[in-house]
């Protein structure tokens, strides 16, 4: 069976090409993936959002196999997290704050590396940044942040503390994006 049989899926790179820092360009990021076993792959934007088919086997190594291979060649860590096609149409399904008729540029989706356990989701602060919102579903958590993400105090950093793992955000626009391309 080749790469080609496998399902759809995503990888979601956290902190790549934001201004100067954690340069990586996406062909090389492409060809990383196409070494690992994956097919299909391409990118989309510039921020380390890279959809690819790949057999469950390959995917289970992926995500330390791409950041082992980053590393070196780039001088930096960077976290990767994967979804495959079924999670991420999932994401599109339970937004809660769609059902507020909530303007899209608004809504942004903290993807993360491992479920929390509900001590810690229960120990976040809803009222840390207000007026925005958050709701931890599994392992995504989804914002509403009517002032802007850049303005919010609910960070990667604060999340990756309070729920002990690690999270990458992505706007409402980049998820659906992103499941459009694996149709």
């Known amino acids: 069976m080749t790469a080609r049989a496998g399902e759809f899926r995503v990888a979601l790179l956290r902190g790549i090409n934001l201004g100067s820092s954690n340069r990586l360009p996406m062909p090389a990021l492409v060809a990383m993936f196409e070494a690992a076993g994956c097919a299909d792959v391409r990118h989309y934007i510039q921020s380390g959002n890279i959809v690819f088919r790949a057999l469950a086997t390959v995917a289970a190594r992926l995500s330390a196999r791409i950041a082992k291979h980053i590393a070196p060649d780039f001088g930096y860590d960077v976290p990767v997290i994967l979804r495959t096609e079924a999670e991420l149409r999932q994401v599109l399904r339970v937004n809660p704050f769609l ?85």
């Open 99 to 183: 059902d507020r008729g909530t303007d899209g540029k608004t809504l942004h989706v903290a993807f993360l590396a491992a479920e929390p356990d509900s001590a810690r989701v229960s120990s976040l602060d809803a009222k840390r940044s207000p007026p925005d919102s958050f709701a931890v579903l599994g392992r995504e958590i989804f914002l509403l942040c009517p002032n802007g993400v850049g303005q919010t105090k609910l960070s990667n950093a604060y999340f990756d503390a309070k729920l002990a793992t690690t999270s990458t955000m992505r706007n409402w626009n980049t998820v659906q994006k992103l499941v459009a391309m694996m149709e």
